[in-house]
């Protein structure tokens, strides 16, 4: 049963980046899903950040493209978010989740999340 | 357009049967899936494909849809299902992954 772990700083300074890594347990990255990071600015709706395949390659939503770097490390069996330039309103919980594109598509499993808060 | 569409607030009676709508053009294309989500908790698979459920989520769960509109429906409420709902689907036309604005549902 694969299992997600998101960790990195949960504050950060406003103009600097954000950095999260979410490990992979109990399966191997190097599978035929794609692997996603989601967030949740407090008391709002889920936002779609981007995904990545084991090859490298990337989607990333078009409202945060620009500054939305995502990563995956296969030896490590973990991918990873870089977000720059960050403001308070990216102040979140940050989720990262296994993303099945099949004829039909999910997310499953997630992970915990991790509040990731942008404050001096 | 390239978005999903979900009534902010519903409510059921308890035991009662409540549908939940999420609407978008993407939906003619995919299947949704569904999560559950508790506060202070990260969201739950409920529902992928036409009306497929994990395990241990409970058969009172359904899916459903036509067109441009998906559903989700609890037949015969319970407490521990008063939560947020979210639909997800797929827009790929752009390749990039909706989420509908949630709906909170109220056990009553």
């Known amino acids: 049963q694969v299992q997600l772990q998101e960790s990195g700083p949960g504050l950060v300074k406003p103009s600097e980046t954000l950095s999260l890594t979410c490990a992979v347990s109990?399966?191997?990255?190097?599978?035929?899903?794609?692997w996603s990071w989601v967030r949740q600015p407090p008391g709002k709706g889920l936002e779609w950040i981007g995904e990545?395949?084991?090859?490298?390659?990337?989607n990333y939503n078009p409202s945060l493209k620009s500054r939305v770097t995502i990563s995956v490390d296969k030896s490590k069996n973990q991918f990873s978010l870089e977000l720059t330039s960050v403001t308070a309103a990216d102040t979140a919980v940050y989720y990262c989740?296994?993303?099945?594109?099949?004829?039909?598509?999910?997310?499953?499993?997630w992970g915990q999340g991790t509040l990731v808060t942008v404050s001096s | 357009s390239s978005e999903l569409t979900q009534d902010p607030a519903v409510s059921v009676a308890l035991g009662q049967t409540v549908r939940i709508t999420c609407q978008g053009d993407?939906?003619?294309?995919?299947?949704p899936s569904w999560y559950q989500q508790k506060p202070g908790q990260a969201p739950v698979l409920v529902i992928y494909?036409?009306?497929s459920r994990p395990s241990g989520i409970p058969d009172r769960i359904s899916g459903s849809g036509s067109g441009n509109k998906a559903f989700l429906t609890i037949t015969g409420a319970q407490a521990e299902d008063e939560a947020d709902y979210y639909c997800?689907?797929?827009?790929?036309?752009?390749?990039?992954?909706?989420f509908g604005g949630g709906t909170k549902l109220t056990v009553l």
């Open positions: 989740a296994n993303y099945k594109r099949r004829n039909v598509n999910w997310f499953d499993p």
């Open positions: 109990g399966g191997s990255i190097n599978n035929n899903d794609w």
């Open positions: 990545i395949f084991h090859s490298g390659n990337t």
């Open positions: 993407s939906l003619r294309s995919y299947y």
């Open positions: 494909g036409e009306d």
């Open positions: 997800n689907s797929r827009d790929t036309s752009h390749n990039h992954v909706l």
